[in-house]
C-alpha cells in the first residue's frame, strides 16, 4: 500500500511556496530601465552584446543620438517633418551610454565556417549586358519567358536579356534606377526609387506602360523599391502594392484603381522600411492577405489580413533584432506538412553598425499551425541578402541558393554564394556548396528559372559595382575593370 503523507506536513510546504510567489521582484537598475524605454519604445531592442563597444561608441551611439532630443544639449541636427525624437536629459544620456558601453563586448565571436565544395551540379557562364565595365544592376526577374531576364540597373534604363540569342533589348528609359517591373495581363508597371542613397526625399515614381504610351502616376513615393500587382479582391481590377522604402519615415502602400483609371492611395503601415510583399491567403478564409518584410529599425514579417473588401488588419508573425538586417524572405512549405513556412535572410550590413555579425545568415522559421512559427534552423552567412528556395536537384526536398551581398571579404571571399544542398530535411543537414571563382562580381539580385528549357531550374545572379562598404583593392580594382552583369549557373541535372 502506498503510505500517505500527514495533512499538516503538506501544509508549511505550501506556505513557503506561496510565499515565494509573492516575493517581488528586484526592480531593473535605472540604467537598465533606460535602455528598454529608449532603445525597445518603437523597435525589438538590439542585445548589448550584439555589437562591439567601438562600434557603440563611434557610429551607433552618435546615430542614436541625433535621432533623440537630449535636454541641456545644444544639437546642431537638421529634423525632417513627421520624425519624431524622443527626449532624454543629458544626466540620463549619460547614465545610458556608460550603461551600454561597458556592458558590450571588446569584439565579436567569428562565424565557424561549414565545409564547402566546390559546386558540380551548376556550370557558370557570365554575360555582359551593356559595352561599360561595372556592373549596375539593380532590379532582376524572371516573369513569364522561362529563357528571358528581366532588368533595371542604375541609369534608368529596363531591358530583357534573352539567353538563347544572348541578346539584350531595351523595354523603358527613365531617370532615376529601376528598382522593379510589374507584368500581369495588359498592365505594367514601372518603379524609379528616384534617389538610392538614404534621402527623406519622396522622388520616386510609378509608371504605367500602356501600349507604346508611359503614364506617370499621380503620386510621388519615398524610395520605392518594390511592388506587387495583384487583384487582392476579385474585381477584375490589379491593385499595386508599394514598398516604400523609405530611411527615417517611409510607408508600405496599397494602390487602388478609381473608375477614372487613375489611381487613390491608401496608407497599409506608416513605418520605413518595406522591402517585400507577398499576396497570400495566410488564414484560408478565401481572401487574399499581403505579407510584408518591414526592416530599418522595426524588423519584422508582418501579414495584413484581408477583413473585408480592401480593408486589412495588421498582425506581426515574426519580429527581428534592428541589427540582424533582414533582406529577403520566401513562403514555402519546408517539411511538407501543407503549411507554410518562412525562410529568411538576415545580413544588409552597409549602416551605422558595420562589423561583421555572427548572426547574420538564413533561418527556417516552421509553422507551428496556429499562426506562431518557431526558428528551427540558422545557418551561418556574413551579409546574407537573397535567397532562393527550390528543389533544385528534384529529389523531392528543398534546396537553398544564397547571396552575401557583404560578406567577409578579407577571411571569406569566397562566401558570396552558397548552394545549400539539403541531405536530409528532418535534421536540417545540408553540404555546402561555393563557386570556382565566387569573386567574379558583387553578387546583389538572384532569381531561378528554366533558362535552357531542360527540366531542371537554372539559377541567374546579378551584379552591382556600389561602395555599399570596405573591400579589398584587388577586388575593386577587378570589377571595376571587367565587364560582368549577370551569370547564368547551367543546372547539369539534365
Not at 45 to 50: C, G, R, V, Y
Not at 65 to 90: F, Y
Not at 244 to 256: A, D, K, Q, T, Y
Request: net charge negative; aromatic share 10%.
Amino acid at each position: 500500500m502506498p503510505i500517505k503523507q500527514p495533512y499538516f506536513s503538506v501544509v508549511p510546504l505550501l506556505f513557503i511556496i506561496l510565499m515565494g510567489s509573492c516575493k517581488k521582484e528586484k526592480p531593473k537598475p535605472k540604467e537598465a530601465q533606460l535602455y528598454d524605454t529608449y532603445c525597445a519604445s518603437c523597435h525589438l531592442a538590439p542585445k548589448i552584446d550584439e555589437l562591439p563597444k567601438e562600434v557603440w561608441k563611434k557610429s551607433v551611439l552618435p546615430a542614436m543620438m541625433a535621432r533623440m532630443e537630449v535636454e541641456g544639449l545644444e544639437q546642431d541636427v537638421v529634423v525632417e517633418p513627421g520624425v519624431l525624437r524622443p527626449k532624454i536629459t543629458l544626466n540620463e544620456w549619460v547614465q545610458l551610454e556608460n550603461y551600454i558601453v561597458s556592458n558590450a563586448p571588446e569584439s565579436l565571436e567569428s562565424i565557424k565556417m561549414p565545409h564547402a565544395d566546390t559546386v558540380k551540379q551548376f556550370k557558370t557562364k557570365s554575360f555582359a549586358l551593356d559595352e561599360q565595365n561595372g556592373a549596375m544592376i539593380t532590379y532582376l526577374e524572371f516573369l513569364n519567358e522561362d529563357n528571358q531576364v528581366y532588368y533595371g540597373d542604375l541609369t534608368g534604363t529596363l531591358g530583357s536579356f534573352d539567353f538563347a540569342e544572348e541578346k539584350s533589348d531595351q523595354i523603358y528609359q527613365g531617370n532615376s534606377p529601376v528598382t522593379w517591373y510589374s507584368k500581369k495581363d495588359s498592365v505594367t508597371i514601372v518603379s524609379e526609387v528616384g534617389i538610392i542613397r538614404p534621402s527623406e526625399l519622396e522622388k520616386g515614381k510609378l509608371f504605367r506602360k500602356v501600349g507604346e504610351d508611359t503614364l506617370t502616376l499621380q503620386n510621388n513615393f519615398h524610395r520605392p523599391v518594390h511592388t506587387l500587382l495583384e487583384d487582392l479582391n476579385g474585381d477584375g481590377k490589379k491593385e499595386i502594392v508599394v514598398s516604400e522604402f523609405g530611411n527615417e519615415s517611409g510607408r508600405l502602400s496599397l494602390l487602388i484603381e478609381n473608375d477614372e483609371g487613375k489611381y487613390d492611395k491608401k496608407v497599409l503601415l506608416n513605418l520605413p522600411g518595406a522591402i517585400r510583399t507577398v499576396a497570400k491567403d495566410m488564414n484560408k478564409d478565401g481572401k487574399l492577405d499581403i505579407v510584408a518584410l518591414m526592416t530599418q529599425s522595426t524588423e519584422s514579417i508582418t501579414v495584413f489580413h484581408q477583413t473585408e473588401d480592401l480593408v486589412f488588419e495588421a498582425e506581426q508573425l515574426l519580429g527581428f533584432s534592428p541589427l540582424f538586417g533582414t533582406s529577403w524572405f520566401e513562403l514555402v512549405d519546408y517539411n511538407g506538412d501543407g503549411l507554410e513556412d518562412i525562410i529568411t535572410v538576415q545580413g544588409d550590413n552597409a549602416d551605422i553598425s558595420y562589423v561583421h555579425k555572427p548572426y547574420h545568415g538564413m533561418r527556417i522559421y516552421l509553422n507551428n499551425g496556429n499562426n506562431t512559427y518557431s526558428e528551427s534552423y540558422f545557418y551561418p552567412m556574413y551579409g546574407a541578402t537573397r535567397v532562393l528556395s527550390r528543389d533544385f536537384d528534384q529529389d523531392g526536398d528543398t534546396d537553398f541558393a544564397l547571396i552575401s551581398t557583404f560578406p567577409n571579404y578579407l577571411e571569406f571571399p569566397e562566401r558570396s554564394f552558397v548552394y545549400l544542398e539539403n541531405k536530409d530535411s528532418e535534421t536540417f543537414e545540408f553540404s555546402t556548396h561555393i563557386l570556382e571563382d565566387p569573386s567574379l562580381a558583387r553578387w546583389f539580385l538572384m532569381d531561378a528559372s528554366d533558362v535552357d528549357d531542360d527540366g531542371d531550374l537554372d539559377i541567374v545572379l546579378s551584379s552591382l559595382t556600389l561602395g555599399f562598404t570596405p573591400v579589398p583593392d584587388v577586388l575593386s580594382d577587378r570589377w571595376n575593370n571587367t565587364n560582368v552583369d549577370i551569370m547564368l549557373l547551367e543546372n547539369l541535372l539534365h
